[in-house]
């Protein structure tokens, strides 16, 4: 079982894969179809179990809130953004426009997550408790998985 860390690094290399596939599609191709929709549960499932499985715990912290609430805050605008690009023609310009957005915006905060907040992250969550929180953080994406297209309904209906 991979560490917390390593799962969240391997969905991160996942979704830039996913990221630089998109960006080198065209129009509203079964390519960019297909990848998008696989990077929108990939996210969104990913996003949940993390707040759930790992950013929880470090909020726990005094000194870990800021940094995961900096981090969740970053999932909602996303969300946001994947949301309305779910929702926009795919082969308009303005699609392609506002998911380079995302993209830099998700780079980043990758990056900003593998470089600073998993230091922060190691205080809480020591070794011996890494394959654990790997553990339940991929059980949690699985169970998030399913219930993609469940939340998305409960949006419409809001």
Do not use: C
Request: zero cysteines; aromatic letters at 10%.
């Amino acid at each position: 079982m991979p560490s917390i860390y390593d799962a969240i690094m391997q969905d991160h290399e996942k979704h830039r894969d996913l990221l630089d596939r998109i960006a080198n599609t065209e129009g509203a191709s079964d390519a960019r179809k297909s990848a998008w929709k696989e990077f929108y549960y990939e996210i969104k499932s990913h996003s949940a179990a993390e707040e759930e499985e790992f950013y929880a715990t470090l909020m726990k912290e005094t000194w870990g809130q800021d940094a995961a609430r900096h981090s969740v805050a970053e999932h909602h605008e996303m969300d946001e953004i994947l949301e309305e690009l779910d929702e926009m023609d795919m082969s308009s310009p303005g699609w392609l426009t506002r998911f380079k957005t995302l993209k830099h915006d998700y780079e980043h905060h990758m990056e900003e997550e593998e470089n600073e907040v998993f230091e922060r992250a190691k205080k809480v969550v020591g070794e011996e408790d890494n394959d654990a929180f790997g553990a339940r953080f991929l059980k949690r994406k699985k169970k998030e998985w399913g219930l993609v297209e469940e939340k998305a309904k409960d949006q419409l209906e809001d």
